[in-house]
């Protein structure tokens, strides 16, 4: 499988996820993968127009999925290597995701929320917060605070919002 195959059915696999966690088990299909998987906003905000939902990888694709989408800008990556180290000395892939994801949430006012895995690693979840319900993974000092996938959607949506 390609990267971008990869990145697809990754991308497929959280908007389940996430579908089965904020409807509570009964829907798995409130979320789908972006238009051009987010490229859509980053091509609008160039051009100096503003995009009122489509920014990250992740959209509702129903009104009960929105409660999500309308307080989250959610990218999803999935690479070999995350490069957690490189992190820590303010380089790498991370680092450029992260401020990127940043500055998608300040301009669109909502919050970042990356859903990031490294092959053959459980799933991560990272947030420019500590949530407090959920004993996080550990906190960066770039505002960076990661957690387990499956240890968040243990808790209603309701927590996190």
């Not at 971008?4 to 409130?30: A, H, T, Y």
Request: glycine fraction near 8%; charged fraction near 25%.
């Amino acid at each position: 499988m390609n990267s971008k195959q990869k990145g697809s059915s990754f991308e497929r696999e959280i908007c389940r996820k996430l579908s089965l966690w904020v409807s509570e088990g009964n829907s798995d299909d409130l979320y789908w993968r972006s238009a051009m998987s987010g490229g859509r906003a980053t091509v609008r905000t160039k051009k100096g127009q503003k995009t009122t939902h489509g920014q990250g990888d992740i959209s509702s694709v129903t009104p009960e999925g929105s409660i999500l989408t309308d307080n989250f800008v959610i990218e999803c990556k999935n690479y070999n290597s995350i490069g957690f180290s490189n992190f820590l000395y303010n380089k790498g892939v991370l680092k450029e995701i992260w401020s990127k994801l940043l500055k998608e949430s300040i301009e669109s006012n909502k919050h970042p929320l990356l859903v990031i895995k490294e092959n053959r690693k459980p799933v991560l979840v990272c947030f420019n917060r500590n949530i407090g319900f959920i004993p996080f993974l550990c906190k960066f000092k770039q505002g960076l605070v990661v957690y387990y996938f499956d240890d968040l959607i243990k808790f209603s949506i309701m927590e996190l919002l």
